[in-house]
Nanobody, 120 residues
Framework: QVQLVESGGGLVQAGGSLRLSCAVSGRYVMGWFSQASGKEREAVAAIGVQSDNRTYADSVKGRFTISRDYDNKMVYLQMDSLKPEDTAVYYC?????????????????WGQGTQVTVSS
């Protein structure tokens, strides 16, 4: 069973930065997703097994960067220029293939989530 553990969430002012981390063993396509209160879960970014494939939601392009480190079994989401509308619970998830990497239903393993709150 794949276990995913997120960390790094917190409270930050608008314009600030946070780095989320996800501990994962194995070679999977990895994605980060956000779910604001009362809203559906949506994709933020995804990275392929070889790290050469990366996809971002339009809302975070140029502000967020997804990366992975196999030596340390980690996947990261660097979030810069944060906005109040980025406030959400962020989840990392694992998928078997890189097809449609921003589709929530493609991901079969999920972490427990970490809260990110951006104050104005």
């Amino acid at each position: 069973q794949v276990q995913l553990v997120e960390s790094g969430g917190g409270l930050v002012q608008a314009g600030g930065s946070l780095r989320l981390s996800c501990a994962v063993s194995g070679r999977y396509v990895m994605g980060w997703f956000s779910q604001a209160s009362g809203k559906e879960r949506e994709a933020v970014a995804a990275i392929g097994v070889q790290s050469d494939n990366r996809t971002y939601a339009d809302s975070v392009k140029g502000r967020f960067t997804i990366s992975r480190d196999y030596d340390n079994k980690m996947v990261y989401l660097q979030m810069d220029s944060l906005k109040p509308e980025d406030t959400a619970v962020y989840y990392c998830a694992a998928a078997r293939r890189y097809s449609a990497p921003l589709v929530v239903q493609k991901y079969v393993h999920w972490g427990q989530g970490t809260q990110v709150t951006v104050s104005s």
